[in-house]
């Protein structure tokens, strides 16, 4: 079975130097580069499914973004937000792209890589030339942004792995239908033992912070920014929705194919946020898009 490298990067913040780690796939010296990004408490292996089904086209690079799994935390949490992330990704791109012609990357974001994704591709001389949004949109439902909130902060710990793989199970169930095996490995992504043998959650828990600060005003223009950078993207752009989806609402979706880059838009039945792309099916959806130039 076709297996990645786990390799890192270096990057920088206010607070200082952070290691980025990320899982490449496929050939170390093919110029056609994959970024894949993860949701807000996911992980790069998230992409193992759709990384091995591609990696026969692509390079795929699959970053832990920082504060998550196998990469660094920032000393500052208030610094876990988007500026932050999309430099961060910059770098990688410069890292894996330096020794190749090719400059440009095809991006695949899930929720808040597709925030990320929005970010880096709105941006003049972007690197991204083919962006998939996974769920994700400009516009993001209060209701459903409290709901992440509240779990991202809470430190839950396990005596058994059993136990913790069914709380990941149950607050991840609008990831729509998976086998017993796909929930264990979901699960398995995301826990890590503590020092006292405790199951718990593989990030840091000052990802909740800047949520916990944001007001109605700090929203109001987030959300008018992220609309400003939706609008200045230019490159072909393809928009998954759950088609139960509490964090991308229908409207939003229709809207984004009206204005910016003028998303295609795709709809997965039975799923809420996000879609996994761990079937065969969902994948083949990136697939005919990623690969149509």
Known sequence: MLEAKIKSVQCISLSGLH???????????????????????RVSDDFDNLARALADKYRVVCPDVVGRGRSGRLRNPQLYRLPQY?????????????HTERK??????????????????????????????????????????????????????FPTFEMAAKFVRDISLTFGPHTDAEWHKLAADVLVQDSDGQWTRHYDLGLAQPFRSTTIETAEADQAALWAAYDAIRCPTLLVRGAQSD???????????????????????????????????????????????
Not at 86 to 98: N, R
């Open 19 to 41: 290691q980025m780690a990320y899982k490449e796939w496929g050939e170390a010296d093919n110029p056609d580069v994959l970024i894949c990004v993860h949701g807000v408490t």
């Open 104 to 157: 440009d990357v095809h991006w695949f974001g899930t929720s808040m890589g597709g925030l990320i994704g929005m970010g880096l591709a709105s941006l003049p001389d972007s690197p991204i030339s083919r962006l998939v949004l996974n769920d994700i949109g400009p516009t993001l439902d209060g209701a459903a942004l409290q709901r992440i909130g509240d779990y991202i902060g809470q430190d839950v710990r």
């Open 247 to 293: 964090l991308l609402s229908r409207a939003t979706a229709d809207n984004m194919t009206q204005r910016g880059p003028k998303a295609t838009l795709v709809e997965i039945p039975d799923v809420g946020h996000a879609p996994t792309f761990v079937h065969d099916d969902q994948i083949a959806i990136a697939r005919e898009f990623l690969l149509n130039s």
């Open 86 to 98: 999309v430099a961060d990704m910059v770098t990688l791109i410069a890292a894996v792209t330096g």
